[in-house]
């Protein structure tokens, strides 16, 4: 489909009012920038684009039986083919010369910064895609040969595939169901589904002794639907998208658990209540699948065993905050990954119970052993168990100087101190090599691009196998943010944030502000690694444009403890904007050429429903918001319910945190942006929130994308559109 982008303008932006303090809003004025504005769209597109000049090595690693692995380095001599780093002999090797490897390819082009590749079931092959078609190369004779497309080892390329422990065995998706394959390619369980009722494949499908495979069936025929129309056509179309909205019923879920070796299929027996489910893993021995499931409202967390030859089920551990949450959208989009380790005579569980996120250890029966972490920091997950059994390699936010900074550290299985694994701080994200011997950890801070070591667990010696490259950085004039520390508006709760300045910043002069804002309580923006998160690269090119600009981590957000993270808890929308403005204020008062009198908004998706929330309930500070994709406390259950709570529980927090009843409040320049194929945030949030400003008579634009999903395409003419209306609202430096 060919993306077009339509403009309209519901009217001009409201005439100007007055500030707080009896400030004015400025008057269209000061020196014109020297650039033309194409010229500054330019750069700051550049800029926008920076993480794509960083050369690095993010293909990924494959371990092989002999406890070397393998990857594609982005950077250096091997660029371009197969590179063998041996953790023992700390040694780097290509596979095959990386011109070998472009001869053997003849007339295929070779990708030199990222490349899918997995191990093939025989242990013997590496397999890989390159423009659509399918390779093999030999680990022994470093042959390589072009695969049949029906050639069992290209389901390995497939995201959903999962090959069995023995690796005699793949489960794969076939549409909306599923197919056991064997290794000689024979069809031994095959399942069909249907759109509504469709298979999904877990990544922990396969039991330990390869006997059994779990798969999810999800039931979505008694969800709410979106339609989803293509306006691209004079005969329109519409397409009915499943949809959980805020009181709606969820999607259903059943786990079936085969039986490859008979074809027996069993559907666990899991309890009939609306409830998020995950399959966690299986006992070591295979007797068990663990199961979890979240309820509707996030307040209870358990964890089920399921008997695979009976589906029968038992409860294990239950996880209880009748207050508050236990897990909300963040435990969807990765943390469920990180709750249980299950071990041969016991499991490791993540908690928050005392306030922070710790490691407990339970027996199989659901009694709890003892706490094995402790202390006022959050552990994030548990990398692994030492080969030893007498210790715990864990990643945690253990530095109280560094509070975000994520390190590897050693603890006793039995509990203790932590031991500090990582020499250097900010983000280190680490994997375990199949051993335990060693772990490979890709790290960076927000001032040093990524490096890449493997390290031994028995002493934390480290070998750096790789570095990325970004020379390309220091060309574009690009200068990591500055790190900027607040009082949040309770007066104190320290906050943490960056502010992003243009490449010519001039301390001399004045320059309008704009905040980017997500405020979601469920995953922290502030940028603590070299590339940064989505809100800081927009936020670098924003700065471009001739502004300062900040990203800031508010109360409501994760990663500082079950306190920090509740204060919005049934009351979103409520303190987020006063602690962005508390910052805002703290870090002009010793910056001189920070204008807050030209203060904008900008966010995307949750940070859309935030900057009309900036916009709605502080009108005297903010001049201009841009709200792109805005959510709506109606919108997506799992978003909402945890963190309000259910709808009849707490209608009053519902209503307190809608922004529909604030449009009367508006008085600067407002823009939304919506695609007509959302089906994230539906278009109909930015439908009736225009109602809403049309019925009170309030003045806005509105840019209607037909076509583009949740992630707007054509990206640049969103970003740029984004760019001028902060231009010609808030203008240029002064």
């Known amino acids: 489909m060919i993306h077009r982008a339509l403009v309209l303008t519901a009217a001009l932006a409201s005439t100007a009012a007055c500030h707080a303090h009896t400030r004015q809003r400025p008057e269209p004025a000061a020196p014109a920038f020297a650039d033309s504005l194409e010229a500054r769209l330019d750069r700051a597109e550049q800029f926008f684009r920076r993480p794509e000049g960083i050369r690095d090595s993010l293909s990924g690693q494959v371990w092989l039986p002999d406890g070397r692995f393998v990857h594609w380095p982005g950077v250096g001599p091997n660029r371009g083919t197969f590179e063998v780093v041996d953790p023992q002999a700390r040694t780097v090797a290509p596979l095959l010369p990386p011109a070998e490897l472009r001869a053997a390819l003849a007339g295929v082009t070779v990708p030199e910064h990222y490349l899918q590749f997995a191990l093939a079931p025989d242990n013997a092959r590496l397999v890989f895609r390159i423009a659509d078609k399918s390779f093999a190369l030999g680990l022994a004779d470093r042959r390589v040969v072009a695969l049949a497309e029906d050639d069992v080892a290209t389901h390995l390329l497939a995201p959903d595939t999962v090959l069995a422990p023995d690796r005699r065995a793949l489960l794969v998706r076939r549409g909306d169901g599923f197919a056991v394959v064997a290794a000689d390619g024979r069809v031994v369980v095959a399942r069909e589904g249907e759109p509504d009722a469709f298979f999904k494949i877990p990544r922990a499908a396969w039991s330990p002794d390869s006997r059994h495979a779990a798969v999810w069936r999800h039931d979505a025929r008694a969800v709410h639907k979106v339609p989803i129309v293509d306006y691209t056509s004079a005969i329109e179309t519409v397409k009915q998208v499943p949809y959980v909205k805020t009181g709606t019923p969820l999607v259903r879920a059943e786990l079936h658990l085969v039986e490859p070796a008979t074809g027996r299929a069993v559907k666990a027996a899991l309890p009939g209540d609306e409830s998020y489910d995950w399959l966690a893993g299986w006992r070591p021995d295979g007797s068990e699948a663990l199961v979890l499931r979240l309820s509707r409202d996030g307040k209870r967390l358990d964890l089920l065993s399921v008997t695979p030859a009976t589906g ?99 603890v006793p299985i039995a509990g203790g101190a932590l031991t500090r694994m990582s020499a250097d701080p900010g983000m280190h994200r680490a994997r375990v090599s199949p051993s335990g011997s060693h772990y490979i950890d890709g790290h960076s801070a927000r001032t040093r691009p990524r490096a890449w070591d493997v390290i031994s667990v028995a002493d934390g010696a480290a070998f750096r196998y790789a570095e990325a490259d970004a020379s390309a950085d220091s060309a574009l004039g690009y200068r990591p943010p500055e790190a900027i520390v607040a009082t949040a508006a309770d007066g104190v709760t320290t906050l943490h944030g960056a502010l992003f300045k243009p490449a010519d910043f001039d301390p001399r002069r004045r320059y309008a502000v704009i905040d980017v804002i997500y405020a979601g309580p469920f995953v922290s923006v502030v940028p603590w690694s070299y590339v940064g998160t989505a809100e800081s690269q927009i936020a670098e090119a924003l700065a471009q444009m001739g502004f300062v600009v900040m990203v800031l981590d508010a109360r409501g957000t994760p990663g500082r403890g079950k306190a920090f993270q509740d204060a919005t808890y049934g009351r979103l929308g409520q303190l987020e904007i006063a602690d962005h403005l508390a910052a805002l204020d703290q870090a002009a008062a010793t910056r001189p050429y920070m204008d807050l009198d030209r203060l904008g908004v900008y966010g995307h998706s949750w940070g859309g429903y935030f900057a009309l929330r900036a916009m709605l309930t502080a009108p005297d500070r903010f001049v201009a918001g841009y709200a792109g994709a805005p959510g709506d406390l109606t919108e997506d259950a799992l978003c909402m319910e945890p963190n309000l709570g259910l709808l009849a529980a707490n209608p009053a927090g519902y209503q307190a945190g809608s922004n529909l009843a604030l449009a009367g409040n508006l008085r600067g320049a407002l823009k939304l942006m919506h695609g007509t194929s959302d089906d994230q945030a539906p278009l109909s949030t930015t439908m009736r929130m225009a109602d809403a400003l049309i019925r009170a008579d309030k003045r806005f634009e509105l840019l209607i994308m037909p076509g583009a999903d949740h992630n707007p395409e054509p990206r640049r003419y969103y970003y740029d559109d984004v760019r001028r209306f902060f231009a010609d609202k808030l203008g240029p430096p002064r």
């Open 312 to 410: 029968a089920a038992r409860l294990v551990v239950r996880e209880e905050r009748p207050d508050s949450f236990v897990a909300d959208l963040g435990f969807e989009v990765g943390g469920w990954q990180q709750q249980v380790v299950p071990l041969p005579d016991g499991l490791l569980w993540m908690s928050e119970r005392d306030g922070w996120r710790h490691v407990y250890r339970y027996d199989y029966s659901g009694k709890l052993e003892r706490q094995i972490t402790r202390g006022g920091f959050p552990v994030h997950q548990v990398l692994a168990v030492t080969p030893q059994h007498d210790g715990l390699l864990v990643v945690a936010s253990a530095e109280s100087a560094a509070p975000y900074d994520r390190l590897v550290y050693r």
